[in-house]
Protein backbone atom coordinates (compact mmCIF):
# COMPACT_ATOMS: atom_id res chain seq x y z
CA UNK A 1 0.00 0.00 0.00
CA UNK A 2 1.24 3.22 -0.72
CA UNK A 3 2.12 6.19 1.37
CA UNK A 4 2.17 9.86 1.26
CA UNK A 5 5.70 9.71 1.45
CA UNK A 6 6.42 7.40 -1.27
CA UNK A 7 5.86 10.48 -3.93
CA UNK A 8 7.72 13.34 -2.17
CA UNK A 9 11.34 12.92 -2.20
CA UNK A 10 11.78 15.86 -0.22
CA UNK A 11 10.93 13.97 2.84
CA UNK A 12 13.16 11.81 4.91
CA UNK A 13 11.04 9.03 5.30
CA UNK A 14 11.05 8.81 1.58
CA UNK A 15 12.62 5.76 0.37
CA UNK A 16 13.76 4.73 -3.36
CA UNK A 17 12.41 1.61 -4.85
CA UNK A 18 16.47 0.71 -5.30
CA UNK A 19 17.50 1.23 -1.91
CA UNK A 20 19.78 -1.73 -0.93
CA UNK A 21 19.75 -3.00 3.02
CA UNK A 22 23.24 -4.56 2.29
CA UNK A 23 24.79 -1.72 0.42
CA UNK A 24 28.47 -0.74 1.58
CA UNK A 25 27.97 3.09 1.56
CA UNK A 26 32.32 3.76 2.12
CA UNK A 27 35.02 2.14 0.56
CA UNK A 28 36.92 1.09 4.24
CA UNK A 29 34.81 -0.11 6.79
CA UNK A 30 35.28 1.24 10.24
CA UNK A 31 38.40 -0.14 11.98
CA UNK A 32 39.13 2.57 14.70
CA UNK A 33 41.96 4.22 13.80
CA UNK A 34 40.31 5.71 10.65
CA UNK A 35 36.93 6.92 12.60
CA UNK A 36 37.11 10.91 11.28
CA UNK A 37 37.88 9.55 7.40
CA UNK A 38 35.03 7.19 8.09
CA UNK A 39 32.58 9.25 9.47
CA UNK A 40 33.12 11.65 7.07
CA UNK A 41 32.37 9.07 4.12
CA UNK A 42 29.04 8.05 6.13
CA UNK A 43 28.01 11.35 6.44
CA UNK A 44 28.20 12.10 3.29
CA UNK A 45 26.36 9.24 1.78
CA UNK A 46 24.22 9.46 4.39
CA UNK A 47 22.83 13.38 3.47
CA UNK A 48 23.03 12.43 0.01
CA UNK A 49 20.02 10.24 0.94
CA UNK A 50 18.46 12.44 3.01
CA UNK A 51 18.85 10.17 6.13
CA UNK A 52 21.01 11.78 8.02
CA UNK A 53 18.94 13.53 10.29
CA UNK A 54 18.35 9.54 11.72
CA UNK A 55 21.78 10.03 13.22
CA UNK A 56 22.42 13.50 14.12
CA UNK A 57 19.06 13.61 16.52
CA UNK A 58 17.30 16.09 14.83
CA UNK A 59 14.71 13.47 14.40
CA UNK A 60 13.95 11.40 17.34
CA UNK A 61 11.39 8.45 17.55
CA UNK A 62 8.05 8.96 17.30
CA UNK A 63 5.89 7.61 19.68
CA UNK A 64 3.80 3.92 18.75
CA UNK A 65 0.94 5.95 17.86
CA UNK A 66 2.44 8.52 15.77
CA UNK A 67 1.19 8.17 12.43
CA UNK A 68 4.74 8.55 11.03
CA UNK A 69 6.04 5.33 13.66
CA UNK A 70 5.80 3.09 10.86
CA UNK A 71 7.78 5.22 8.28
CA UNK A 72 9.88 6.23 10.59
CA UNK A 73 10.87 2.50 11.75
CA UNK A 74 11.44 1.40 8.44
CA UNK A 75 13.74 4.17 7.52
CA UNK A 76 15.35 3.81 11.12
CA UNK A 77 15.98 0.26 9.76
CA UNK A 78 17.66 0.78 6.73
CA UNK A 79 19.78 2.82 8.35
CA UNK A 80 21.12 0.81 10.94
CA UNK A 81 21.84 -2.06 8.16
CA UNK A 82 24.07 0.31 6.46
CA UNK A 83 25.40 1.16 9.45
CA UNK A 84 26.07 -2.69 10.26
CA UNK A 85 27.49 -2.95 6.84
CA UNK A 86 30.40 0.23 7.20
CA UNK A 87 31.55 -0.98 10.53
CA UNK A 88 34.21 -4.01 10.96
CA UNK A 89 32.62 -7.01 12.07
CA UNK A 90 34.85 -7.12 15.36
CA UNK A 91 33.20 -3.71 15.95
CA UNK A 92 29.26 -3.89 14.92
CA UNK A 93 29.14 -7.01 16.98
CA UNK A 94 29.17 -4.46 19.70
CA UNK A 95 26.58 -2.46 18.67
CA UNK A 96 24.54 -5.34 16.88
CA UNK A 97 21.34 -5.61 19.32
CA UNK A 98 21.10 -1.66 19.72
CA UNK A 99 17.47 -0.75 17.84
CA UNK A 100 18.23 3.02 17.00
CA UNK A 101 20.82 4.22 14.61
CA UNK A 102 21.71 7.51 16.74
CA UNK A 103 22.18 5.43 19.65
CA UNK A 104 24.54 3.35 17.11
CA UNK A 105 26.13 6.91 15.78
CA UNK A 106 26.67 8.28 19.52
CA UNK A 107 28.45 5.20 21.10
CA UNK A 108 30.86 4.99 18.03
CA UNK A 109 31.46 8.46 18.30
CA UNK A 110 31.85 8.25 22.35
CA UNK A 111 34.65 5.35 22.21
CA UNK A 112 36.44 6.81 18.83
CA UNK A 113 36.28 10.27 17.96
CA UNK A 114 39.60 11.58 19.72
CA UNK A 115 39.64 14.76 20.03
CA UNK A 116 42.39 15.87 22.33
CA UNK A 117 45.82 17.45 21.97
CA UNK A 118 47.96 14.01 21.39
CA UNK A 119 46.22 13.42 18.36
CA UNK A 120 46.63 17.38 17.04
CA UNK A 121 50.33 17.01 18.28
CA UNK A 122 50.84 13.64 15.92
CA UNK A 123 49.00 15.75 13.21
CA UNK A 124 51.57 18.49 13.49
CA UNK A 125 54.28 16.50 13.96
CA UNK A 126 53.19 14.64 10.15
CA UNK A 127 52.88 17.89 8.26
CA UNK A 128 56.42 19.33 9.53
CA UNK A 129 58.25 15.47 8.61
CA UNK A 130 56.77 15.18 4.97
CA UNK A 131 58.85 15.82 2.07
CA UNK A 132 58.17 14.94 -1.59
CA UNK A 133 61.00 11.89 -1.69
CA UNK A 134 60.26 9.56 -4.36
CA UNK A 135 56.77 10.68 -4.65
CA UNK A 136 55.06 13.05 -7.33
CA UNK A 137 54.17 16.47 -6.56
CA UNK A 138 50.62 14.81 -6.81
CA UNK A 139 50.83 12.39 -4.07
CA UNK A 140 52.97 14.29 -2.34
CA UNK A 141 50.12 16.96 -2.22
CA UNK A 142 47.59 15.08 -1.35
CA UNK A 143 49.11 13.48 1.62
CA UNK A 144 49.61 16.74 2.93
CA UNK A 145 45.86 18.05 2.25
CA UNK A 146 44.96 14.92 3.94
CA UNK A 147 46.67 15.92 7.28
CA UNK A 148 44.94 19.06 6.89
CA UNK A 149 41.86 18.35 6.67
CA UNK A 150 41.60 16.07 9.54
CA UNK A 151 43.19 18.82 11.46
CA UNK A 152 40.43 21.37 10.09
CA UNK A 153 37.78 18.53 11.65
CA UNK A 154 39.72 18.89 15.21
CA UNK A 155 40.25 23.00 14.96
CA UNK A 156 37.59 24.39 12.32
CA UNK A 157 37.96 28.63 12.29
CA UNK A 158 35.14 29.63 14.13
CA UNK A 159 32.19 32.11 12.70
CA UNK A 160 30.64 34.96 14.19
CA UNK A 161 27.59 33.74 16.88
CA UNK A 162 26.51 37.54 17.55
CA UNK A 163 23.18 38.17 16.91
CA UNK A 164 24.40 41.16 14.78
CA UNK A 165 26.73 40.26 12.54
CA UNK A 166 29.84 42.30 12.46
CA UNK A 167 31.55 43.74 9.80
CA UNK A 168 35.06 43.18 10.41
CA UNK A 169 37.02 41.09 8.76
CA UNK A 170 38.84 39.04 11.40
CA UNK A 171 37.52 35.52 10.56
CA UNK A 172 38.97 36.04 6.58
CA UNK A 173 42.05 37.33 7.94
CA UNK A 174 42.24 34.42 10.01
CA UNK A 175 41.53 31.97 6.95
CA UNK A 176 44.18 34.37 5.05
CA UNK A 177 46.71 33.45 7.54
CA UNK A 178 46.07 29.35 7.24
CA UNK A 179 46.24 29.65 3.67
CA UNK A 180 49.47 31.47 3.35
CA UNK A 181 50.64 28.45 6.45
CA UNK A 182 50.33 26.02 4.18
CA UNK A 183 51.20 27.22 1.45
CA UNK A 184 54.83 28.11 2.84
CA UNK A 185 54.36 24.17 4.20
CA UNK A 186 53.73 22.66 0.94
CA UNK A 187 56.65 24.41 -0.88
CA UNK A 188 59.77 23.85 2.03
CA UNK A 189 58.08 19.93 1.56
CA UNK A 190 59.30 20.03 -2.08
CA UNK A 191 62.47 18.47 -3.57
CA UNK A 192 65.22 20.51 -4.84
CA UNK A 193 64.24 20.34 -8.47
CA UNK A 194 61.85 22.69 -7.52
CA UNK A 195 64.00 25.25 -6.11
CA UNK A 196 63.78 27.93 -8.29
CA UNK A 197 60.14 28.20 -9.15
CA UNK A 198 59.23 27.57 -5.30
CA UNK A 199 61.79 30.94 -4.79
CA UNK A 200 59.66 32.54 -7.15
CA UNK A 201 56.30 31.81 -5.78
CA UNK A 202 57.66 32.70 -2.44
CA UNK A 203 58.23 36.48 -3.87
CA UNK A 204 54.69 36.58 -5.11
CA UNK A 205 52.91 39.14 -3.15
CA UNK A 206 50.09 38.25 -2.07
CA UNK A 207 50.97 33.91 -2.05
CA UNK A 208 48.96 32.29 -4.30
CA UNK A 209 46.48 29.81 -2.88
CA UNK A 210 47.30 26.51 -2.32
CA UNK A 211 45.72 24.76 -4.96
CA UNK A 212 46.85 27.73 -7.54
CA UNK A 213 50.24 26.71 -6.41
CA UNK A 214 49.45 23.20 -6.66
CA UNK A 215 48.37 23.92 -10.62
CA UNK A 216 51.88 25.53 -11.20
CA UNK A 217 54.00 23.00 -9.76
CA UNK A 218 52.50 20.39 -11.82
CA UNK A 219 53.10 22.34 -14.90
CA UNK A 220 56.89 22.44 -13.97
CA UNK A 221 57.24 18.70 -13.08
CA UNK A 222 55.38 18.28 -16.33
CA UNK A 223 58.29 20.73 -18.14
CA UNK A 224 61.10 18.42 -16.17
CA UNK A 225 59.96 15.32 -17.39
CA UNK A 226 60.04 16.83 -20.85
CA UNK A 227 63.58 17.71 -20.35
CA UNK A 228 64.71 14.12 -19.29
CA UNK A 229 66.86 12.82 -22.32
CA UNK A 230 68.27 9.70 -23.16
CA UNK A 231 72.20 9.32 -22.23
CA UNK A 232 74.36 9.48 -24.87
CA UNK A 233 78.31 9.45 -25.12
CA UNK A 234 79.83 12.34 -23.87
CA UNK A 235 83.68 11.23 -23.99
CA UNK A 236 84.39 12.48 -27.65
CA UNK A 237 83.49 16.85 -25.57
CA UNK A 238 83.70 18.05 -29.35
CA UNK A 239 86.72 16.37 -30.55
CA UNK A 240 86.88 14.32 -33.72
CA UNK A 241 87.42 10.83 -33.14
CA UNK A 242 86.56 7.43 -34.14
CA UNK A 243 87.42 5.52 -30.03
CA UNK A 244 84.64 5.62 -27.31
CA UNK A 245 85.92 5.13 -23.77
CA UNK A 246 82.59 5.49 -22.38
CA UNK A 247 80.48 2.75 -20.91
CA UNK A 248 77.41 3.39 -23.46
CA UNK A 249 79.54 1.77 -26.47
CA UNK A 250 78.55 -1.53 -27.63
CA UNK A 251 80.03 -4.78 -26.57
CA UNK A 252 82.24 -6.14 -29.07
CA UNK A 253 81.73 -9.66 -30.82
CA UNK A 254 82.74 -12.65 -28.67
CA UNK A 255 85.29 -15.30 -30.32
CA UNK A 256 82.61 -17.55 -31.64
CA UNK A 257 80.17 -14.28 -32.84
CA UNK A 258 83.54 -13.65 -34.78
CA UNK A 259 83.97 -16.56 -36.66
CA UNK A 260 80.34 -17.35 -37.25
CA UNK A 261 80.05 -13.61 -39.01
CA UNK A 262 83.53 -14.70 -41.44
CA UNK A 263 81.93 -17.51 -42.42
CA UNK A 264 78.98 -15.46 -43.88
CA UNK A 265 81.55 -13.20 -46.00
CA UNK A 266 82.55 -13.97 -49.34
CA UNK A 267 86.25 -16.08 -49.08
CA UNK A 268 88.49 -13.14 -50.84
CA UNK A 269 86.63 -10.82 -48.18
CA UNK A 270 87.47 -13.64 -44.95
CA UNK A 271 90.81 -13.85 -46.28
CA UNK A 272 91.71 -10.06 -44.94
CA UNK A 273 89.86 -10.62 -41.47
CA UNK A 274 92.27 -14.09 -40.91
CA UNK A 275 95.31 -11.80 -40.45
CA UNK A 276 97.36 -12.31 -37.64
CA UNK A 277 96.92 -9.90 -34.71
CA UNK A 278 99.95 -7.84 -35.87
CA UNK A 279 97.70 -7.16 -38.74
CA UNK A 280 95.34 -4.71 -36.89
CA UNK A 281 96.00 -1.12 -36.34
CA UNK A 282 94.18 1.75 -34.87
CA UNK A 283 93.69 5.07 -37.14
CA UNK A 284 91.78 7.20 -38.31
CA UNK A 285 88.93 7.31 -40.44
CA UNK A 286 90.47 8.80 -43.06
CA UNK A 287 93.54 6.61 -43.13
CA UNK A 288 93.26 2.78 -44.85
CA UNK A 289 96.05 0.91 -44.16
CA UNK A 290 97.36 -1.89 -46.27
CA UNK A 291 97.21 -4.96 -44.22
CA UNK A 292 99.16 -7.57 -46.98
CA UNK A 293 102.24 -7.06 -44.99
CA UNK A 294 103.09 -7.21 -40.95
CA UNK A 295 102.61 -4.57 -39.35
CA UNK A 296 105.45 -3.41 -37.07
CA UNK A 297 105.83 -0.44 -34.78
CA UNK A 298 107.05 2.39 -36.21
CA UNK A 299 105.96 4.25 -39.40
CA UNK A 300 103.23 2.60 -41.84
CA UNK A 301 102.71 3.56 -44.99
CA UNK A 302 99.09 3.75 -45.72
CA UNK A 303 96.90 3.31 -49.34
CA UNK A 304 96.72 7.21 -49.54
CA UNK A 305 100.94 7.88 -49.98
CA UNK A 306 100.87 9.15 -46.46
CA UNK A 307 102.84 7.48 -43.82
CA UNK A 308 101.41 7.20 -40.00
CA UNK A 309 103.59 6.48 -37.03
CA UNK A 310 101.71 3.44 -34.65
CA UNK A 311 102.14 3.77 -31.19
CA UNK A 312 101.23 0.48 -30.15
CA UNK A 313 99.31 -2.59 -31.07
CA UNK A 314 96.55 -4.55 -29.34
CA UNK A 315 94.86 -7.55 -30.56
CA UNK A 316 91.64 -8.35 -31.05
CA UNK A 317 89.29 -11.41 -29.59
Not at 84 to 95: A, D, G, N, T, Y
Not at 160 to 171: F, G, N, R
Amino acid sequence: MATKYDCDNSSPYFMNANENPGAMLVSSPLTGDNYHSWCRGMTVALRSKNKFQFVDGTLPRPMATDPNFQAWDRCNTMVLSWLFRSIHPSISESVMWMENALDVWKDLRERYYQCDIFRISELQEDMYMLKQGESSVTTYFTQLKTLWQELDNFRPIPSCKCVTQCSCTLIPTIENYREVDRVIRFLKGLNDDYSAVRSQIMLMDPLPTVNKVFSLLIQQERQLNIQLEEPRCSCTQGRRTNICTCDNTVPSFTHEQHKALLALLPSHIASVGQCSTEDVVRCDSDTTLDLSQKVKKGQCQAKSKSYRYISHLKSVR
